[in-house]
Every structure is written in structure tokens, then in C-alpha cells.
């Protein structure tokens, strides 16, 4: 004989808010945008790194660029992940469709193109 516990982490005993979405569903739109944070910070820290840190670069002109790109590309990923989090966070209050991969298609793309212009760097370097 067993019975199913009751409680928080029974979906169907979880307590809500009218008007209030899921904390579930909130504290994971949350968790993907502190993900969005980390990623800007990371391009950042590489677009530091890559002007202070790394071995010089055959051309400074090179370097700065690389350096200014990646630190542009973690502003534009964290104005974005601010952008998608409250999107999301309007939908889970007021309905209506989610909000699209657009964004992530745009983080793709910028980690491929400095990954490009990296390995073109250290080609030009060697």
C-alpha cells in the first residue's frame, strides 16, 4: 500500500498566487537569464584578455579590434538576455506565445565569427 506524498514537490499540491505564474517556471526564466550573464561575462573577459593578456598579436590595430568585438558582443548578450528574461517573464503572467530562438541564433553566430577572426589572428601571427 502506498500513497503519494504530498507537498511541495507534488505538482498538483504546489500552492500558487492567482494571477501569479508557477515559481517554477519563473525561477527557471531566471536561471536561463543569469546563463545570459555569464556568457556576456565571458565575452568580455576574453575581449579583456585578449588585449592585456594573450601574447601579443602581430598588429595592435588586430588585437584592439578582436579585443573591442568581443567586448561589444558581451554588452549586446546581456542587453539581449535582459530583453528575452522580461518577454518571458510577461508571458508567464499574461499568456500568449513564448518568446523565439532569435537571440541564441544571434549568440551562435557571434561566437563563430570570433572564433573565425581568433584563428585568422594566430594564422597571422605564426
Do not use: K
Amino acid at each position: 500500500m502506498s500513497e503519494r506524498a504530498s507537498g511541495p514537490a507534488d505538482p498538483e499540491h504546489v500552492p500558487t498566487v492567482t494571477g501569479a505564474p508557477d515559481a517554477r517556471f519563473t525561477l527557471a526564466n531566471e536561471r536561463t537569464f543569469l546563463a545570459w550573464i555569464r556568457t556576456a561575462l565571458g565575452f568580455i573577459a576574453g575581449g579583456v584578455a585578449v588585449v592585456y593578456i594573450a601574447p601579443d598579436i602581430t598588429s595592435s590595430l588586430l588585437e584592439s579590434t578582436l579585443g573591442l568585438i568581443m567586448v561589444a558582443v558581451g554588452c549586446a548578450v546581456a542587453v539581449l538576455g535582459v530583453v528575452r528574461w522580461r518577454r518571458t517573464d510577461r508571458v508567464l503572467r499574461e499568456g500568449g506565445p513564448m518568446p523565439g530562438p532569435s537571440p541564441v541564433l544571434f549568440v551562435v553566430a557571434a561566437i563563430v565569427m570570433v572564433s573565425i577572426a581568433l584563428a585568422i589572428s594566430i594564422v597571422v601571427q605564426n
